[in-house]
C-alpha cells in the first residue's frame, strides 16, 4: 500500500490543494521571464518584419531611367495645327501632343509624334528605332514590346539621331545597339511615371 492510499481523505484534500498552490507559485514565477520575453522578442520580430519587407521593396522597385528632359506641358492641339511644335528632345517625351493616343502595340509603319506623346502622359513607354536598323533587331525590340502589351509602344521614326531610342514621359535613353537589359529597366523603372497613369 503506497502514502496516497494510507491518507485520510481530508489529508488528500490538503496535499491536493498543496500541489495545486506550489503548481501556482511555479507559474507566477515564470511570469515575469515570460512577460520579459515577449518584450524582448516582439519588437526584433517587429523589427525583422519591416526589414524583410523594406528589402523586398527595395529589390523590386527600379529606379527612374534614362535622362531627365525638361517637361514642355500637355496641351492638346488640333491634328491640322498651323506649326509643327518644336520640342527639346528627339524623340518628344512631353510637350503639346493631339487628343487622340496611339494604341499600345508594335507597329510597321511612322507614328505621328503627337500621338505618341499623348500615350506617354498616359504612362506609355516609346521604343523607335531608324528604319534602316537591321531586321533581326528590329525583331527584338518587337518582341520586347509584345511582352508588355499595356504599355509600350514600337514603331520606326525616321527623325531620330540614334538607331533606337526608349522615351517616356520627361524621360529618355538612346542606344547606338540593342541592349535587352537596359531596355527592360527602362521600361520598368518608367512606366506609369506621368501626369495620368492607368489612364486607359
Known amino acids: ?119 506617354m502622359e498616359h504612362g506609355g513607354i516609346w521604343i523607335s528605332y531608324q528604319p534602316s536598323l537591321d531586321e533581326e533587331t528590329k525583331a527584338k525590340l518587337e518582341a520586347i514590346g509584345k511582352n508588355y502589351p499595356g504599355s509600350v509602344v514600337v514603331s520606326p521614326r525616321s527623325a531620330n539621331d540614334s538607331p533606337i531610342a526608349l522615351a517616356s514621359w520627361g524621360r529618355l535613353e538612346k542606344l547606338t545597339e540593342f541592349d535587352e537589359d537596359r531596355i527592360v529597366k527602362f521600361i520598368k523603372g518608367n512606366k506609369n511615371n506621368s501626369p495620368e497613369p492607368f489612364a486607359r
Not at 44 to 73: D, M, R
Open 1 to 119: 500500500m503506497d502514502t496516497e492510499d494510507r491518507l485520510t481523505k481530508k489529508e488528500r484534500r490538503e496535499k491536493h490543494r498543496e500541489e495545486q498552490r506550489e503548481m501556482k507559485r511555479m507559474m507566477q514565477q515564470r511570469k515575469p521571464l515570460q512577460q520579459a520575453m515577449k518584450w524582448i522578442v516582439a519588437p526584433l520580430v517587429i523589427v525583422l518584419l519591416g526589414y524583410g519587407i523594406y528589402t523586398l521593396y527595395s529589390l523590386s522597385v527600379i529606379p527612374k531611367q534614362g535622362e531627365s528632359i525638361a517637361i514642355q506641358g500637355r496641351e492638346h492641339i488640333p491634328v491640322d495645327y498651323s506649326s509643327t511644335p518644336e520640342y527639346n528632345s528627339n524623340p518628344p517625351t512631353s510637350g503639346p501632343h493631339y487628343v487622340e493616343e496611339t494604341d499600345w502595340g508594335v507597329y510597321q509603319e511612322e507614328l505621328e509624334d503627337g500621338n505618341v506623346i499623348h500615350s
